[in-house]
Structures are given as C-alpha cells and as structure tokens.
C-alpha cells in the first residue's frame, strides 16, 4: 500500500459508501472516477439521490469518464482544471450540514488540496474517505521560495518558481498537501546528479 513507508504520509484506504450519511460529496479527479465507478453497485437509489458528483478528467491516462459518472444518476458537475473543481467544492461544503459525507478520490496531490478546502470548512481529515488513483507524481513545496510545484517525477528537479535544483524528501506535509523540495547543490553550486525517474 502506497503510504506505508513514509511516516508523515496519510494512508488512502478506498472508498466505501457510509449508507446512512445524510449527503455524499465526492470530488474526482482523472482515474479517481474509477474508485466510484468500482462500487457503483453499492450506490443504491436513496444513495444516489443525496450524492454531487464533482469530477475534472486529467490524469496520468489522460481520459474523461463523463459518460459512466452520468450514467450513475447522480447531480454530477463537471470541472475544466482542478482549480474550479476545488471552488465548487468548497461552494458545495458551505452549503453543508452535520451528516455529510465527503469521497475524494485521483492523484495525491489532488487529495492533498481537495483536503486543504475540506480543512477550511472545520472537517476533520480522518472522516474523510480517500482513494489514490492515477500517477504517483509530487506535489512539491519549495522550502526556499515556498512555490508549489505539481506532478514532480523526478529528483532532482528544478523548481518552477525560483530555478533551484531540488530534492524530493520524503516528508508529506498534511497541512500543504505536498512533499517538501531542498536545494540539494547548496554547499557546492552546480554539483547536481541526473535526475531519477521516482515516481511514476
């Protein structure tokens, strides 16, 4: 299970539908349409008609799963980038009572930020249900400039903000949804070795 070395990461245990939650929120991203689809035939009906459905096709795989999340019956709302779906989201989580249940499911830096919104409205992340899906990609804080950097493969990488060479430690930060990156030629400038392919 993806999670299990690193200490500081959370741990995605997959979706399960918690039948007497009063609302279901899920928020989808690329692949993570897969973790719904997968236990569709828990949806039933009275489920179905308490659910939104908040989905943005990206992915490593690149492919939209509109089509199936409409089929299921639910409100479903469809998001060009991440960053609409995450306004809806916290749009939707304002609109929220006590009973509410919310699902995230795609990459782990989708989670992280899907996290981040759900934190801003008081809820507690060990209630939230969470599946990784898709790439194994960082999101990456530059603890220089303190720039995010999305879909990190390799380390070293360059920091897309500030241009330093960065290591990837393995250090996952629940409060910035994000691993952290430290300049890794800082005592010899220009002393970087090739970059390795991490995390695919």
């Known amino acids: 299970m993806q999670g299990a070395t690193i200490r500081s990461r959370p741990v995605y245990p997959g979706l399960a539908i918690a ?11 690329g692949e993570g ?6 236990i569709a035939g828990d949806l039933t009906p009275e489920v179905l008609g308490r659910s939104q459905i908040l989905y943005v096709a990206r992915g490593s795989l690149g492919v939209g799963h509109h089509g199936a999340l409409q089929n299921l019956g639910a409100a479903f709302w469809a998001a060009p980038t991440v960053p609409p779906l995450l306004g809806r989201l916290d749009v939707e989580l304002s609109r929220s009572h006590m009973g509410t249940r919310l699902y995230l499911a795609g990459t782990e830096g989708f989670i992280g930020q899907a996290m981040q919104v759900a934190a801003a409205h008081g809820i507690d992340p060990v209630s939230v249900i969470t599946e990784h ?4 990609a960082r999101r990456v804080q530059c603890v220089h400039c303190k720039g995010v950097t999305e879909g990190v493969t390799t380390s070293p990488f360059l920091c897309s903000h500030c241009g330093l060479s960065l290591f990837v430690r393995d250090h996952y930060s629940r409060r910035l949804g994000a691993f952290q990156g430290v300049n890794i030629d800082a005592e010899e400038p220009g002393a970087v070795p090739p970059p390795e392919e991490l995390y695919l």
Request: charged share 25%; glycine share 10%; proline share 5%.
């Open 19 to 29: 039948p007497f939650a009063r609302r279901h929120i899920f928020a989808l991203e």
């Open 33 to 38: 349409a897969g973790a719904l689809l997968d």
């Open 133 to 136: 899906r898709g790439s194994l």
